[in-house]
Structure formats: structure tokens, C-alpha cells
């Protein structure tokens, strides 16, 4: 398969330039519009160079994801009506930091991927119609069942623990193999619609609510195939994000009470209630939802969402008050994730919590209380090396990124739409800016060699059973 190096971007020039007019026009009519302007030109940058037709989604996800926190911050500050420097005085500093790391990043990983053919739709429509759709949705039953809670089989595993998460999400590649295929075809919609309804539902009664999971992987499969932003698909994506956005303020408006009702005020992120219980008390809440209760969820998820509170107290406090670290965070990171506890004991427990109140100054709870905050791996880059080395562990994690990508995308034994899954669900932890490096790092490698073992074992054997007997 030769597929279509020269598969056209998404972004026209004349996109690029209105969107650009758009940048400019913020940073002169609105407050701290400079910042505004600059990050909604980063994003268009990067879309510029990143997003073309049917290569997987997440790429464009995760640096959408990651940028939404960034340019949130602005927003924060904003409602306050406070200068950029309003909350720390390298406010402008981490705005900056924030849209030169993202642009960078996708710089590195453009280059990395850039020679890599990118299938036409008519190659990827030959790819599904190998697949015995029936199959497919038997495969993908299956891991919902049984591997959705292997970790609660297993119970406390240790280090294979991680090994497990990664098992578990297995059945996101069924869930977005059966996307690609609904998408190509234009068959079995209903179906794929009744998934999604499934895993929504059955997710609203959980303690951290996870509905919003299979919302974003189906977003994910749509931004594969976009060909260019046109009004229509502009409506849609429109009203998507709209419904999306009222989902999770409805959800942060009523999360704090119900996540104390379904655990009985245990500091453990468990549901201690019966399922129907957990549904009354969320429907009860929902009911008597106001616009005051509304306008506290939008002012706390402003805060919650932005992430770049974290670095800009980072430069704060480093060098001024803590020396930079020389590359000891991001070793510390490395060592802990590359160092197998039934070799190594004695490495002890993980604490996000501690290493964000350590440079950040703010009082964060940690494991002790049932939470964790994390500092966020561009905050972890800066402690180590500062302003512009900061860049040197950020490109390195680019070039891993591209590498996972060229790893999977290169295994011609798997059908197309297996590779494309496999792709998004290994780097779908590349989408959070707050991401502790050890957690991204950890999250990421763990992944690549699960699914890099299973795609030279399980994988080509399970290709074959789904697959239309000819």
C-alpha cells in the first residue's frame, strides 16, 4: 500500500489567514488579548502543520486538549478582570512557555512522521470491507466484559498493575475499529450509536463519572476524516462542543456532593451505594440545578481546566527560592517508571501531591486524603532546566510520540483500522497538559510495549477470526 503522502491538509491558506485575522483581532479588542491572540495562533499553526485527511485523530485531539488549558488560563484571569501577571508574575512567561512548547512539540513530531504515506479514503474503505462487522462487535462485547475490570480481578498487583490499566483498554481499540468501519461503509450506524449510548449510561454511576470517555474517542474517529472546515462541519463540530461543555458543567456543578454520597465520606475513590442510588442521587441533584449552581461551575472549572497556573508559580519560586533541579525531576521520572518493583521494592509509592506543593507553593492534598494533584510535565521541564532548556526533555517526549506512530503504523500484518486504534489508544494520555512526567512517561512506555507485544502475538491471530471468510 503505497497510500497518499501528499494528502491534502485540512487547513486551507485562506483558512489559516482568516483564522489568523481572527488572532489579531483579539489581541487588539480584548483584555490580555496579546495572550489571546497568541495562543489562538499557535493553535492554528499547529493545525497547519499537523492535521491532514484519514491520519488517525489523535494527534490533533491531544494538541487541541493540551492548548484548551492553556489558553484557559487567559480566560481565568480574565473573569477575575485582572492583568495576565494578576495571579503570579510569570503569568505572561508560562503563556508563552505553554504555546512555544505545543508548537515545538508538533514541530518535532511533523518531522518525524512526515514521510510516512497516508492511505486515500478508497484504501481505507478496502480495509474495512475486509472486516466481518458481527465479529468485530462479538470482540468488542467480550473486552467490555472481561477486561474492563481485570484490575478488580487481580486486585492489588503492584508493578504489573500498569501493565493491566493498559489491557483493560483494550476494548477502546474494538470501539474505535467498529467507528472506522461505521464511518467508511455507512453501515451498522444504529449500532454504533447504541455503543455509545451504552458506554455513556453505564458510565454516569462511577465516582470520577467517566461518560465523557467515549464521547471524546468518537470525536476522536470524526477528526480522521475530515477533508477541510466546512460551514456544515463547523455547525457540527459546534454543537457537539456545546453539548459536551454543558455535560461536564452539569457534572462539576453536582460531583463534589454525589462523589460524597456514593463513597459514604470515605476517603477512597470507591461507590459504596447501590447503582440505583447513585442514579436518584444524580438525578435529585440535576433537578434542583440553578444558574447560581451553574455560575460556580463555570468559575471552578475555568480553574480546574487551565493548567498553566501551576508553571507560571513554578517560575515563581525556581530559581529564586528552589535552584533548578539539573535534570533530577525528569530523572526521578524516568528511574521510577523504568525500575520494576519486583526488582526494586524498596522505590516506594508514587506522590504527584508533594512534588506539585514542593514547586508550586500551594497546599495540594495527596494520597493520604484520597487525591492527587499533579505539577504537569512543562512545569516538570522548567524546574529541571529553565527557560530554554525546558525544550530539551519536551522535544525528546515529541520524538517518543512520533516514534509509537511510525512503530504501529508500520506493522503491515494488521488491517489499517486495527493500526489506527491502536495508535489513538497508546497515545491518548498524550492529551493532558497537567500530565505528571512521570505519569505521561510511564502511562506511554507501558503502553507501547504491551500493544507492541500483543501486535506481534495476540493481535494478527484475533485479525484473522474477525476477518470476512472469503
Not at 478582570?81 to 512567561?93: H, L, V
Not at 465516582?207 to 476522536?220: D, G, P, Q
Not at 454543537?239 to 454520597?261: C, E, H, M, P, V
Not at 451505594?273 to 441533584?285: D, F, L, P
Request: hydrophobic content about 50%; some cysteine.
Amino acid at each position: 500500500m503505497t497510500g497518499n503522502p501528499l494528502s491534502p491538509k485540512v487547513l486551507t491558506g485562506p483558512t489559516v489567514f482568516s483564522l489568523l485575522i481572527l488572532a489579531a483581532a483579539l489581541a487588539l479588542f480584548t483584555r490580555n488579548g496579546l495572550y489571546t491572540g497568541l495562543c489562538v495562533a499557535t493553535i492554528v499553526a499547529i493545525l497547519a502543520i499537523l492535521w491532514k485527511s484519514n491520519r488517525p485523530g489523535i494527534f490533533i485531539f491531544a494538541f487541541l486538549f493540551q492548548w484548551l488549558q492553556v489558553i484557559t488560563y487567559v480566560f481565568w484571569v480574565n473573569g477575575y478582570n485582572k492583568d495576565i501577571s494578576g495571579f503570579s508574575a510569570n503569568g505572561p512567561m508560562a503563556v508563552l512557555a505553554g504555546c512555544v512548547g505545543l508548537l515545538f512539540m508538533a514541530v518535532i513530531i511533523h518531522f518525524t512522521i512526515n514521510n510516512i504515506p497516508i492511505p486515500t479514503l478508497a484504501q481505507l474503505r478496502v480495509e474495512a470491507e475486509k472486516i466481518n462487522s458481527k465479529r468485530l462487535l462479538v470482540v468488542y462485547i467480550v473486552a467490555t466484559v472481561f477486561l474492563t475490570s481485570i484490575r478488580f480481578f487481580f486486585g492489588d498487583a503492584g508493578g504489573a498493575d500498569q501493565v493491566l490499566v493498559t489491557i483493560s483498554s483494550l476494548k477502546w481499540v474494538f470501539f474505535m475499529m467498529y467507528g472506522f468501519m461505521v464511518w467508511l461503509t455507512k453501515k451498522n450506524r444504529v449500532v454504533f450509536v447504541v455503543i455509545i449510548l451504552y458506554e455513556f449510561a453505564s458510565s454516569l454511576t462511577s465516582y470520577f463519572s467517566n461518560f465523557k470517555e467515549v464521547l471524546l474517542f468518537a470525536i476522536i474517529i470524526s477528526l480522521t476524516f475530515v477533508n477541510n472546515i466546512r460551514p456544515k462541519q463547523l455547525i457540527y463540530g459546534l454543537l457537539a462542543g456545546a453539548l459536551l461543555i454543558s455535560l461536564l458543567l452539569t457534572w462539576a456543578a453536582i460531583k463534589n456532593d454525589y462523589r460524597q454520597f456514593v463513597n459514604k465520606g470515605r476517603r477512597e475513590q470507591v461507590v459504596a451505594v447501590e447503582r440505583s442510588e447513585a442514579i436518584s442521587k444524580m438525578q435529585s441533584q440535576v433537578a434542583d440545578l440553578s444558574w447560581k449552581h451553574y455560575k460556580m461551575a463555570i468559575d471552578l472549572s475555568l480553574y480546574r481546566v487551565q493548567y498553566l497556573h501551576n508553571l507560571s508559580l513554578s517560575m515563581d519560586r525556581v530559581p529564586y527560592l528552589i535552584p533548578y533541579q539539573n535534570g533530577a525531576v525528569w530523572g526521578k521520572n524516568i528511574s521510577f517508571v523504568i525500575s520494576p518493583r519486583i526488582i526494586f521494592p524498596d522505590k516506594g509509592i508514587y506522590n504527584a501531591s508533594e512534588k506539585a506543593r514542593m514547586y508550586s507553593g500551594l497546599k495540594y492534598t495527596g494520597l493520604k486524603e484520597g487525591s492527587s494533584f499533579s505539577l504537569g510535565y512543562f512545569a516538570d521541564s522548567y524546574v529541571d532546566f529553565g527557560y530554554v532548556g525546558m525544550y530539551l526533555p519536551l522535544g525528546l517526549l515529541a520524538l517518543f510520540v512520533g516514534l509509537i506512530y511510525r512503530t504501529f503504523y508500520s506493522m503491515k500484518a494488521l488491517n489499517l483500522l486495527f493500526r489506527f486504534g491502536i495508535i489513538n489508544i497508546t497515545l491518548y494520555n498524550f492529551i493532558s497538559f497537567e500530565a505528571d512526567g512521570l505519569f505521561l512517561f510511564g502511562r506511554l512506555l507501558t503502553n507501547y510495549i504491551v500493544y507492541t507485544v500483543l501486535c506481534l502475538t495476540f493481535f494478527p491471530r484475533l485479525q484473522r477470526w474477525i476477518y470476512k471468510k472469503a
